[in-house]
């Protein structure tokens, strides 16, 4: 019989022993451990990642510091007992350099525990809650926060007549972030919030939430739901007449995401949101990036792409300073880099370990010039942003 107390003694062990045994540091093949819904409701973030990923590869070939850098794909299908499970399995027998992907909030926090107990260097490529890089000082964000992206959009709706608004957030830690840095900014800019509204992350259904929308009657309605779900939710915002009812749609560019925006149709143009990443950011980094991820994968690269895609660069470039070595040195490698990302350019925050970059007001527009496709299309950047929710 194992007792309560043996089996955490065992549990306490293997971390232990993980911390002393895991990644060799001279020899054989680096290992990095990529673990990402690829099954699920999450499945595009996982679909857009791994194809980040072995684009980076092709790119930049498998050889770091002359030792191969092999990627252990393994799917959590968004659970996150499955992630942590994953996690430990790769650290303790794979011997992983680096736990890296994490599609949402609930498995990069259930994980947290394991990259400080272990050493071992956590990339968060997608997760976007402002709280997750205070989890473990092992953890590094190549994604973006909710409050980065948020504040800009609450400042352009004020200034731009929208003088009362409802929120609609998922139900869960970007949500609320997303919900509580819209209100304060739009307050502070002389605005009214009528209402705050949530659903569910799992299966929700937005007829209820669309209802009250349409008897509160706001200026504008600002949503913030994950990358999957934009749109189901165009879809039903537009079969209740939402979009003929003078009520303005505003968002995250979660909402109009790349990975969906041709299927929405004409309902998602004009739609104002504010985002990180365009597949349309007009730069020769990001032209180049997004015709090498089309030619690859005939679908187009979104924001979760090129958080899988950075996160790749923050990787291989420790691992280069430190010659293949793991742990704390490669942590402290991935601190503070400086580089243009396909987004624009980006650095590593060494005191936060997370991602400064620009923020962009975009409008979701038919480009004639890119095969009359949908498009968020930039018209004003706020640069260098830093992620308001550690600005206490
Ligand atoms: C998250 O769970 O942190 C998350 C997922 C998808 C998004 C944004 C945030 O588009």
Do not use: C
């Not at 929120?167 to 209402?195: C, H, I, M, N, W």
Request: no cysteine; net charge positive.
């Amino acid at each position: 019989m194992i007792t309560k107390r043996h089996a955490l003694k065992l549990a306490v062990a293997l971390l232990t022993s993980a911390a002393a045994s895991a990644y060799a540091a001279d020899t054989g093949p680096i290992k990095i451990g990529l673990i990402l819904p690829m099954t699920g409701q999450s499945a595009s973030t996982g679909r857009q990642i791994d194809a980040a990923v072995k684009l980076w590869m092709a790119q930049n070939g498998n050889k770091v510091a002359g030792r191969t850098v092999e990627v252990i794909l393994k799917d959590d299908g968004a659970v996150p007992d499955a992630t942590k499970r994953i996690a430990q399995e790769m650290i303790v027998n794979d011997k992983v350099a680096v736990i890296a992907g994490f599609g949402i909030t609930p498995t990069a926090l259930a994980t947290a525990p394991l990259a400080t107990q272990s050493k071992t260097p956590l990339v968060v490529m997608a997760a976007a809650t402002s709280s997750i890089t205070q989890a473990s000082p092992y953890i590094v964000r190549t994604s973006f926060t909710l409050p980065q992206v948020t504040v800009a959009i609450a400042d352009w709706a004020a200034k731009n007549k929208i003088k009362k608004a409802v929120t609609l957030v998922a139900d869960y830690g970007p949500g609320f972030d997303a919900e509580k840095f819209f209100d304060s900014q739009f307050r502070l800019d002389g605005g009214q919030v009528l209402d705050k509204l949530r659903t569910p992350l799992r299966a929700p259904d937005f007829a209820p939430v669309l209802q009250k929308v349409i008897d509160v009657k706001p200026d504008a309605l600002f949503v913030f739901l994950p990358s999957g779900q934009g749109a189901a939710f165009m879809k039903q915002f537009a079969e209740r007449g939402l979009d003929k009812s003078g009520i303005r749609l505003i968002a995250t560019g979660d909402v109009t995401d790349d990975d969906q925006l041709a299927e929405m149709g004409d309902v998602a143009i004009g739609v104002v949101n504010s985002h990180h990443y365009s597949a349309a950011h007009p730069s020769a980094t990001n032209k180049k990036f997004v015709a090498a991820f089309e030619a690859a994968n005939k679908f187009r690269p979104n924001f979760m792409a090129v958080g899988g895609y950075d996160g790749m660069r923050v990787i291989y470039k420790a691992l280069e300073a430190t010659k293949g070595a793991g742990g704390e040195a490669l942590l402290n490698a991935m601190k503070g880099q400086v580089f243009e990302s396909p987004r624009g350019p980006v650095l590593i925050d060494a005191q936060t370990r997370d991602i400064v970059q620009d923020v962009y007001i975009r409008k979701v527009e038919r480009v004639p010039a890119m095969n009359n496709g949908l498009y968020n299309v930039e018209f004003d950047v706020i640069k260098a942003v830093k992620d308001p929710g550690k600005q206490k």
